[in-house]
């Protein structure tokens, strides 16, 4: 479908058609500001790993950089933290809070960018897909480069599909493309996928669904993909001579990993069928378009499939090569003209799915400010003691415990009267293993942490 024909389909949409797709819209943003807020005022900051890169920043005042490919992402989100323990500040629930903008505040804001750019120009619904299907699956455990990577990457192919060229787009552009080069791994195949879109805009005609092209395309397009390859190739550096094996191990297991979380895939399967909404012709959308729905409702009303907090890490590849077959998706829905996002299938279909998606995200996130104050009653006078079984996971409930980092949650986590350690379980803990040093008096608080 040409652009011409696109808007000439446009100007047929009832008004309610667009006012109810108006609406919805809004609502969606609503849920991902909300999402947001909630993140960053939680403690869910210092779930898993947060609580051992935020002990680190306390204790030796700078960056905690692990894995090299990652780089820009890490100093990026750090900073916060990083510059308030520089300047003195001993306070760990202020020190909690920013660490939460820098990582779950600046990532949702670059969801909320990707969702105001793409509104007015058609591509509000499959940017709203890829956030219920990717955000909503990877980020609960909010520390980690990737959930910012990801975000970046759907921005990238926003500025690239649809926006038109100003000073604004060649910065927001280049500077998108700067940041990818070393952020994740699976740029492996994200940046070839963002460089092949940035060329074909660069060397494509506007039947293709691109802007009209100008003069700052010229440099602007070519440069970003070259950015895009460079972020490909450091990337394929890390995958051939990783730092831990066993973590690309881990990264590679997609099958057991679908097994083992059934909201992943039906999430997938849902956000597959709305993306094709914006394919097909439009007397075949109404069939993706039930059959999305009815995915959404299955997950929102059969909370035993509910993900539980530790999947949201190991969804990262699954979630990743979901993302690849989006951005293809997203081209040919930008194909097929701005017109396909203004009806009314991708609009139900859009939200339906990030509130079947975004309900236990956010019940997981309440019920884990619940578990952290119980974790704090427990933490002893002094010396360690063993995980009380109050903490650990039973039977049909949410599993908040991650085994590694109990000590430094609890030096997290500590007042005048606890100052203790709650161990990791044996199973995960070296018999020679140290206790981390205390932070100190000066991190002390007479008052419970923001936990809830």
């Avoid at 609580?51 to 950089?65: G, K, M, N, P, S």
């Avoid at 609960?140 to 599909?161: D, K, P, T």
């Avoid at 979380?261 to 039930?290: E, H, T």
């Avoid at 999305?292 to 929102?300: H, K, V």
Wanted: charged share 10%; aromatic share 12%.
């Amino acid at each position: 479908m040409t652009r011409e024909a696109a808007g000439a389909e446009r100007s047929e949409q009832r008004p309610i058609t667009v006012r109810l797709n108006r609406a919805l819209s809004l609502a969606v943003v609503f849920i991902v500001a909300g999402i947001g807020v909630q993140g960053v005022l939680s403690a869910r900051v210092v779930y898993g790993d947060g609580a051992y890169y935020l002990y680190e920043i306390i204790q030796t005042r700078t960056f905690v950089l692990v894995e090299p490919v990652r780089l820009f992402l890490d100093l990026i989100y750090q900073s916060l933290p990083v510059a308030a323990v520089k300047l003195g500040v001993t306070d760990i629930r202020t020190l909690m809070l920013l660490f939460a903008i820098g990582s779950i505040g600046l990532t949702i804001g670059v969801w909320l960018a990707a969702l105001i750019i793409a509104r007015p120009r058609g591509l509000f619904w499959p940017v709203a897909v890829a956030f219920a299907v990717v955000a909503l699956n990877t980020g609960w455990m909010s520390n980690g480069e990737r959930n910012l990577h990801f975000a970046l990457v759907v921005l990238s192919l926003v500025l690239i599909l649809v926006v038109r060229e100003s000073k604004t787009w060649a910065i927001g552009t280049l500077l998108t493309a700067a940041v990818l080069v070393m952020s994740y791994e699976s740029m492996l195949f994200l940046g070839p996928l963002l460089a092949l879109a940035a060329l074909t805009r660069r060397f494509g005609h506007r039947r293709l669904g691109f802007p009209d092209r100008g003069r700052m395309s010229d440099w602007v397009l070519p440069f970003a993909a070259a950015l895009y390859l460079l972020g490909a190739a450091v990337s394929a550096i890390s995958v051939i001579a990783p730092r831990d094996p066993r973590n690309l191990e881990g990264a590679t297991a997609v099958i057991q990993t679908i097994a083992q979380n059934p909201q992943l895939l039906l999430s997938g399967v849902a956000g597959g069928f709305a993306l094709f909404i914006g394919i097909v012709w439009r007397k075949a959308a109404w069939v993706a378009g039930v059959l999305s729905l009815a995915t959404s409702a299955l997950i929102l009303f059969w909370p035993a499939i509910w993900f539980q907090p530790w999947m949201s890490y190991s969804a990262r590849t699954v979630c990743a090569l979901w993302l690849a077959a989006w951005v293809v998706a997203t081209w040919l829905w930008t194909f097929r003209g701005s017109a396909a996002g203004l009806r009314i299938w991708p609009a139900l279909a859009g939200v339906a799915l990030v509130i079947a998606q975004a309900v236990p995200f956010y019940l997981h996130s309440d019920g884990f400010g619940r578990w952290l104050s119980v974790f704090q009653a427990h933490i002893p006078a002094s010396g360690a003691t063993e995980i009380p079984a109050v903490l650990q996971p039973s039977a049909g409930s949410p599993q908040y415990l991650w085994p590694w980092t109990n000590e430094y949650l609890s030096q997290l986590l500590a007042t005048p009267g606890h100052q203790g350690y709650i161990l990791s379980p044996k199973d995960y803990r070296s018999p020679d293993a140290k206790l981390p040093s205390p932070l100190g008096e000066a991190y002390l608080s007479p008052l419970s942490p923001l936990t809830r």
